[in-house]
């Protein structure tokens, strides 16, 4: 069974300033989607970023970056410019190819002002 | 981007009442819709996937004569919690796949949340 570890359960940022959120995962597939998802306090899921694992080329989107390391089954998470309302719980998730998504414990980012 | 709605957002129910959770995909069909379950400061555990025109897959715990899922339609799912008790509450999240979405092929959108306490 597909497993996904976040062993930060919290972390804080300077405002503007740059904060890496770890996540790994155990698969035994090949063919799978990892994501990271932003719960704010409002607890609406918003996706942040995804990655399909064939792809070589970490995913980014604007101030959100990913480094991807298939081999060793990491999938961090890179917030660049850290602003207030970065401010969220991070959840790190998997999902083979059409199956269910499972998510990790979570982050608890606080942005300091 | 896609739009998941939930209805309620919040209900209080008496221990013992049975109660409907609404989940609708407001732009987009989904023939398949999952919902989570949520306690505090935890995260999202998956209850079931629910498909259209047919039964609900189950999660290994998960009590399908209590959460009772209907999918009946390509933009509706429904979560039943009947005969509710207080540890039933929870915060229930539903999501439904849109497999072609803007946001990348097969993308997940989550609806809004339903917070539920039964006294």
């Known amino acids: 069974a597909q497993t996904v570890t976040q062993s930060q359960p919290e972390m804080s940022v300077q405002e503007a300033e740059t904060v890496t959120l770890s996540c790994t995962y155990d698969t035994s597939e090949s063919d799978y989607y990892l994501f990271w998802y932003k719960q704010p306090p409002s607890r609406q899921m918003i996706l942040v970023i995804r990655?399909?694992?064939?792809?070589?080329q970490n995913a980014t989107e604007n101030r959100f970056s990913v480094n991807f390391q298939k081999a060793a089954k990491s999938f961090s998470l890179k917030i660049s410019d850290s602003q207030l309302g970065d401010a969220a719980m991070y959840f790190c998730a998997y999902r083979s190819a059409y199956d269910k998504v499972i998510f990790g414990p979570g982050t608890s980012l606080s942005v300091i002002p | 981007g896609a739009v998941v709605s939930q209805h309620p957002s919040r209900v209080i129910c008496k221990s013992g009442t049975s109660v409907k959770i609404e989940c609708r995909s407001l732009?987009?069909?989904?023939?398949?819709m999952f919902w989570y379950r949520q306690f505090p400061k935890q995260s999202l555990m998956l209850m079931a996937t629910s498909n259209e025109g047919s039964k609900a897959t189950y999660e290994q715990g998960v009590e399908k004569d209590k959460f009772l899922i209907n999918h009946a339609s390509l933009t509706l799912s429904t979560l039943t919690v009947t005969s509710a008790h207080p540890e039933d509450s929870s915060f229930y999240i539903c999501s439904a796949r849109n497999l072609q979405g803007a946001g990348g092929a097969d993308t997940q959108y989550f609806g809004p949340g339903t917070r539920l306490t039964v006294l």
């Open positions: 990655q399909e694992a064939y792809k070589q």
């Open positions: 732009d987009f069909q989904a023939t398949t």
